[in-house]
Nanobody, 129 residues
Framework: QVQLVESGGGLVQPGGSLTLSCAATGWTGFRLGRYAVAWFRQAPGKEREGVSCINQNEDKSMVVDDVQGRFLVSRDNDKNTVYLRMNSLKPEDTGEYYC???????????????????WGQGTQVTVSS
């Protein structure tokens, strides 16, 4: 059974940095590199929103305007892992962060919401002084 496992969340002061990881586990034959992977976050009382995405071939990645210039998504297909590097964190970045994998070569948050093949359980990020 394949699972996506997020890690790297925690409590950080404003202006600090964190790197989240999304690792595929459970089956040695699984190749996360065949999937586009997106990061979502959900703040208390708010809807889950897309934050970043990277496609299968690593030639396309994107982050939303709110985190442009601060967040960077990358992947290491040999390790079956996708990363989200978050710099200059703000209190409004606080939330539960989830990764999702879609067996398509595209980055479209609506597609992920409706058709993602796998979702992780989330990792909490709290930005507070």
């Amino acid at each position: 059974q394949v699972q996506l496992v997020e890690s790297g969340g925690g409590l950080v002061q404003p202006g600090g940095s964190l790197t989240l990881s999304c690792a595929a586990t459970g089956w040695t034959g699984f190749r996360l590199g065949r999937y586009a992977v997106a990061w979502f976050r959900q703040a208390p009382g708010k809807e889950r929103e897309g934050v970043s995405c990277i496609n299968q071939n690593e030639d396309k990645s994107m982050v939303v305007d709110d985190v442009q210039g601060r967040f960077l998504v990358s992947r290491d297909n040999d390790k079956n892992t996708v990363y989200l590097r978050m710099n200059s964190l703000k209190p409004e970045d606080t939330g539960e962060y989830y990764c999702a994998a879609l067996f398509e070569d595209l980055c479209d948050f609506d597609e992920f919401r409706d058709y993602a093949d796998y979702w992780g359980q989330g990792t909490q990020v709290t930005v507070s002084s």
